[in-house]
């Protein structure tokens, strides 16, 4: 199974650049997700990654440590909208590559 | 290209009611994937299936709960004699192949058990 941990909750103003760790063990690391959840909402794909390095889409961009178990997902000229929740989920090599999901970090950005 | 669909959005049942949630995945998706999400909490993986396969239902508490995806229709995800510990939002995703990383998800069906 995988331990998978981000931070609760996370303020920042308008504008301004943020970014979400996330943290994972895992036994068979096979893809690390990133997803945006606005509240009593389902839950939207932003990014993949499998290979080390960053991934840029727009204003989002997540990266990638295998070796020590790492992500980010950085969000840049913050916008009012981007309040919602950012849910991490890694996949494991055996079973059936279902992604296990850490809790989410609330973002609230500030005008 | 309509996306996944949920319904009902909400649903209310008494203690000891049977809840029915249905999942129409995207069109061309044969894979759907349900979920709960309890507040505070992240999604927790409950069952994947197939049409009329089983495939991982390792996250589907042992008993009272149900799963199908039947040849023709929608996936029921199906809840007996339901309990205050079951409210929760539910939700289905789907995706095209097994091997697929993205998946689609519903809006979610928030169940309350009174």
């Known amino acids: 199974g995988q331990n998978i941990d981000q931070p609760t909750e996370m303020t920042a103003t308008e504008g301004a650049i943020v970014q979400i760790n996330c943290t994972y063990q895992?036994?068979?690391?096979?893809?690390l997700f990133w997803y945006q959840q606005h509240a009593g909402e389902a839950p939207t794909f932003l990014s993949y990654?499998?290979?080390?390095g960053l991934e840029e889409k727009g204003r989002f961009s997540s990266f990638l440590s295998r070796s020590k178990g790492y992500s980010y997902l950085l969000l840049k000229e913050l916008q009012m909208k981007d309040s919602a929740s950012y849910l991490c989920?890694?996949?494991?090599?055996?079973?059936?590559?279902?992604?296990?999901f850490g809790r989410g970090t609330s973002l609230i950005v500030h005008p | 290209n309509a996306g996944v669909m949920q319904n009902p959005r909400h649903l209310v049942r008494r203690r000891g009611q049977e809840a029915r949630l249905r999942c129409s995945p995207m069109?061309?998706?044969?894979?759907v994937y349900w979920y709960r999400q309890l507040p505070e909490e992240g999604l927790k993986f409950m069952v994947y299936?197939?049409?009329?396969?089983?495939?991982?239902e390792s996250g589907m508490p042992k008993e009272r709960f149900s799963a199908e995806f039947p040849k023709e229709g929608p996936s029921i995800l199906r809840i007996q004699q339901v309990v205050r510990g079951d409210s929760a939002a539910y939700f289905c995703?789907?995706?095209?192949?097994?091997?697929?990383?993205?998946?689609?998800f519903g809006p979610g069906t928030r169940l309350t058990v009174t």
């Open positions: 995703a789907s995706s095209p192949t097994d091997a697929s990383y993205e998946q689609y």
């Open positions: 895992t036994s068979g690391f096979n893809g």
């Open positions: 990654n499998v290979l080390d």
């Open positions: 989920a890694v996949r494991d090599r055996g079973g059936s590559y279902i992604p296990t």
């Open positions: 069109k061309g998706h044969s894979h």
């Open positions: 299936l197939q049409k009329e396969n089983i495939i991982d």
